[in-house]
């Protein structure tokens, strides 16, 4: 079964230090890998997706994610935190099995102190 | 471009009771997710739309829950009779191609409707 972890509950970081938030995947196949995040209130929004080609994908809002096949991990990471960046961040991979929805963690929360 | 709408924001019943969301996905999208996102956990598909016709509703409590999309574009989705554990917030989303070839598309998301269930 294609699944999605992401090991950490909650990640704090201080503003201006760079931060990593981790996602695991397990799928068949090739996969499609999926970045979101979600403020209060709000719906999720999408930051950056891999599908194929370069390891290291760049997004909206400063992110990144780097692509690792061999330990099957797509950390989302940026170079300097803002305090605005404080919000609940979600990996998803594609199931590419069924109608190619998406699978999701559980979530992150990331808390970015002054 | 106007992004995925949602009504109620917010809808608190008490069991057994019924309720109904409304989703207008993003013009032209062709395909429309429901999700059941619990407090604490990531979302949950429900069911998944492509036009007017489902592809997927494996994880729908069909006993309680119905969703129809009409006309390829609005949707419904309606619980009932409702249970404690149905409170989730509910999220509408959409993308733009067909589930053949649109295994990379992102899907974009509606604000979502929080239920409480009392």
């Known amino acids: 079964a294609q699944s999605v972890a992401q090991p950490e509950d909650q990640v704090n970081v201080a503003e201006g230090n760079p931060l990593t938030v981790k996602c695991t995947y397990s799928?068949?196949?090739?996969?499609?890998l999926f970045w979101y995040v979600q403020y209060p209130n709000r719906g999720l929004q999408f930051l950056l997706k891999?599908?194929?080609?370069?390891?290291l994908v760049k997004g909206s809002y400063g992110f990144e994610a780097e692509f690792n096949k061999s330990q099957t991990s797509f950390h989302l990471k940026k170079p300097s935190a803002l305090v605005s960046d404080s919000a609940l961040y979600f990996c998803?991979?594609?199931?590419?099995?069924?109608?190619?929805?998406?699978?999701f963690g559980a979530g992150t929360r990331l808390a970015v102190h002054p | 471009e106007a992004g995925v709408a949602q009504s109620p924001r917010y809808k608190i019943i008490e069991k057994r009771q019924s309720v109904a969301f409304w989703c207008n996905p993003i013009?032209?999208?062709?395909?429309l997710y429901w999700y059941q996102q619990i407090l604490g956990q990531g979302p949950k598909l429900l069911i998944q739309?492509?036009?007017?016709?489902?592809?997927?509703d494996s994880q729908l409590p069909k006993d309680r829950f119905s969703a129809e999309r009409l006309k390829g574009v609005d949707s419904t989705l309606k619980i009932q009779p409702a249970k404690l554990e149905d409170s989730a917030v509910y999220l509408c989303?959409?993308?733009?191609?067909?589930?053949?070839?649109?295994?990379?598309?992102?899907?974009?998301f509606g604000p979502g409707t929080r239920l409480t269930v009392l």
């Open positions: 799928v068949s196949g090739n996969p499609y």
């Open positions: 998803a991979v594609r199931d590419t099995h069924g109608y190619n929805k998406l699978i």
């Open positions: 989303a959409s993308s733009v191609t067909g589930t053949s070839g649109g295994a990379g598309d992102e899907q974009f």
């Open positions: 739309f492509q036009n007017n016709g489902v592809v997927d």
């Open positions: 013009s032209g999208h062709a395909t």
């Open positions: 891999y599908i194929t080609g370069d390891n």
